[in-house]
């Protein structure tokens, strides 16, 4: 057995809290994983890690509020995003959750087109599904995979030409934050 597994098989065997929501916590985390560009944008630029933070804010006991920024630097191209949505939390144990996740995203992208710099901003909806993992009371670990319809924008080169500079794009991303509590100061 390989040490990563050995690895997760201790975390989810010996983390001894519950992952139950209370309305009111916060988390406050960072996230790092990949940022695959698609159709000509990610034809032209290619996938690349990005980076990030994320704020959430649970309204009920399986529904969180969550906006986050994300960043990530392509061949030719810089890609920024700050996605608002909600994680729907269900089938909850003891140590995991799963949720679902949707939301909208605002999208920009500046494209290093010799001789000029090219900039555009979108739009873009999301739907996604992710894991989460009880490392401690307040320490939460997880997993992210979203997928972004981005509404198609271009750009007009110098050539005259006309290409597209934002559309759809996929995330996965590795996330770690802590969780303060609704009863904290109490």
Do not use: W
Not at 58 to 69: P, T
Not at 111 to 139: M, R, T, W
């Amino acid at each position: 057995m390989s040490m990563n597994r050995l690895f997760l098989l201790y975390v989810l065997l010996f983390c001894s809290s519950s992952m139950a929501l209370n309305t009111g916590d916060m988390r406050l985390g960072i996230q790092a994983g990949q940022v695959g560009l698609l159709q000509d944008v990610g034809g032209r630029s290619g996938n690349a890690v990005g980076f990030g933070a994320f704020f959430n804010f649970a309204a009920s006991e399986d529904l969180m509020f969550e906006i986050g920024y994300l960043s990530s630097q392509h061949t030719r191209l810089s890609h920024s995003e700050v996605p608002i949505g909600i994680n729907y939390y269900f089938e909850n144990s003891e140590k995991l959750a799963y949720q679902a996740l949707a939301g909208a995203t605002f999208i920009s992208h500046s494209l290093q087109e010799h001789p000029v710099d090219l900039s555009s901003s979108g739009f873009g909806l999301y739907i996604g599904a992710g894991l989460d993992l009880d490392v401690s009371n307040s320490l939460k670990s997880g997993v992210q995979l979203r997928y972004v319809k981005g509404f198609e924008q271009t750009v007009q080169l110098a050539t005259g030409e006309r290409i597209a500079s934002i559309q759809d794009h996929y995330t996965l991303m590795l996330r770690l934050a802590y969780e303060f509590p609704a009863n904290m100061g109490k």
